[in-house]
């Protein structure tokens, strides 16, 4: 119990617990009417408590065993960059890290992890990076397509920040197929803590929209524990997405980066982590949801239990491993033995041990049949739901 006073697992500040009862009550209308007013989804957060986690749970389960069966979608992760123009304050990549040893792959490098990755049984590739000024769009596009020329069978997913809608339009254009994005928090006084004044919510979520309506597959999501986040705050995350309506939601505990003004805070509750999990799931029963690198950094067994509390997706590292341990965004980021995509194995296995099993596919949200190879015929499905 001793490691749990580092961990945040809520502030009790503003509302009060709700009895087990009245908990369970509301859990049951989220699955009913796929959302809560916001000082009832508060309400619910600040809440969590052993029991009512594993009613959310058992209940999250279900629903992701009737929408997507007893699969697990892995995708292959390429941490391409970790050159980063911008200055978060929680992210150990951030421009201002001094300490950071920045790299880049290079084309080539890419192409080897996608290659290693498809015979490895990926057909998902995320191209994830810092927002490095050097990865104009033309580079991106010429990426995009090197990759889509070589694997016309695989996903590719971008993770590189914010750009013009132009941008977006010209990557998709290209053949990337989804984005993943995190908003990081929906609230405003909570965004201002965590970010410099030169960013903005209000263009972090414009971008999502752009995307969205471009017919990217889109992800957002957040951090769990960041400082002075609230359970009002965590709901305003929670009527946000159910706004915005992705296909995908990547939450993970907040982990301090000792070179970061955020070196002292404490790191985010596994617990709390795992209920917001499982309370996303019956919000929205298609999401594509990952147990992320970050929720198995602080607990051995963290993917695992991810999948129990309705998670679906796991995105294991396919970097070459020289450079895994420079893309530093918090302290102890699993990267080797079964985080490294080449131990598929393991990977298969824990996996198993839960009572799963690895799809060797794309792993498409739901919604998004896959409509042809090239961009032209692929439809925007956003304007369809
Ligand atoms: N702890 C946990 N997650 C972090 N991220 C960045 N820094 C940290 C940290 N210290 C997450 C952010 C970002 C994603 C790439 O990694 O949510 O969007
Ligand atoms: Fe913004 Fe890394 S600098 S997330």
């Given amino acids: 119990m001793e490691q749990y006073k580092q961990e945040k697992n809520m502030d009790m500040l503003g509302t009060s617990r709700l009895s087990l009862g009245e908990g369970k009550h509301l859990i049951d209308r989220l699955e009913r009417e796929h959302g809560l007013?916001?000082?009832?989804?508060?309400?619910?957060?600040?809440?969590?408590?052993?029991?009512?986690?594993?009613?959310?749970?058992?209940?999250?389960?279900g629903i992701a065993d009737r929408q997507y069966g007893?699969?697990?979608?892995?995708?292959?992760?390429?941490?391409?960059?970790?050159?980063?123009?911008?200055?978060?304050?929680?992210?150990?990549?951030?421009?201002?890290?001094?300490?950071?040893?920045r790299y880049r792959l290079s084309t080539e490098e890419v192409m080897a992890c996608c290659r290693e990755g498809e015979r490895l049984g990926f057909r998902t590739f995320v191209l994830q990076g810092g927002e490095d000024p050097y990865y104009t769009d033309e580079r991106m596009v010429e990426l995009i397509r090197r990759i889509r020329a070589a694997h016309p069978e695989c996903a590719i997913t971008l993770s590189i920040g914010e750009r013009e809608r132009e941008s977006y339009e010209r990557?998709?254009?290209?053949?990337?197929?989804?984005?993943?994005?995190?908003?990081?928090?929906?609230?405003e006084s909570h965004y201002r803590k965590l970010h410099p004044h030169n960013l903005s919510l209000e263009r972090r979520m414009q971008c999502l929209k752009n995307l969205k309506e471009i017919g990217f597959q889109t992800g957002c999501g957040f951090?769990?524990?960041?400082?002075?986040q609230t359970a009002r705050q965590l709901a305003e995350d929670f009527a946000f997405i159910r706004k915005l309506h992705p296909?995908?939601?990547?939450?993970?505990?907040?982990?301090?980066?000792?070179?970061?003004?955020?070196?002292?805070e404490a790191r985010g509750g596994l617990e709390l982590t795992l209920y917001l999990l499982s309370l996303l799931r019956i919000q929205q029963p298609d999401l594509l949801l990952p147990a992320t690198t970050a929720l198995a950094t602080i607990h051995p067994r963290g993917r695992e239990m991810g999948i129990e509390a309705g998670a679906n997706v796991v995105m294991p590292n396919l970097s070459p491993s020289d450079v895994r341990d420079k893309y530093s965004l918090y302290d102890g980021k699993v990267c080797t033995g079964d985080e490294a995509a080449e131990c598929r194995e393991?990977?298969?296995?824990?996996?198993?041990?839960?009572?799963?099993?690895?799809?060797?596919?794309r792993g498409d949200h739901r919604g998004h049949i896959r409509c042809g190879m090239t961009p032209a015929t692929r439809t925007p499905m956003a304007f369809l739901n």
């Fill in 37 to 61: 007013a916001n000082p009832e989804m508060a309400a619910l957060i600040e809440s969590n408590c052993p029991e009512l986690r594993d009613y959310a749970r058992v209940k999250a389960r």
């Fill in 70 to 101: 007893k699969g697990i979608f892995i995708r292959g992760l390429i941490e391409f960059t970790n050159y980063c123009k911008n200055d978060c304050y929680y992210c150990g990549i951030r421009c201002g890290n001094a300490k950071a040893k």
């Fill in 171 to 187: 990557f998709w254009e290209a053949g990337a197929d989804r984005y993943l994005l995190r908003h990081e928090t929906a609230s």
């Fill in 223 to 228: 951090m769990v524990g960041s400082p002075g």
């Fill in 247 to 264: 296909e995908m939601v990547g939450i993970g505990p907040f982990i301090p980066h000792h070179d970061t003004p955020f070196a002292n």
């Fill in 346 to 361: 393991c990977l298969e296995r824990r996996i198993e041990s839960v009572g799963y099993h690895v799809v060797v596919g």
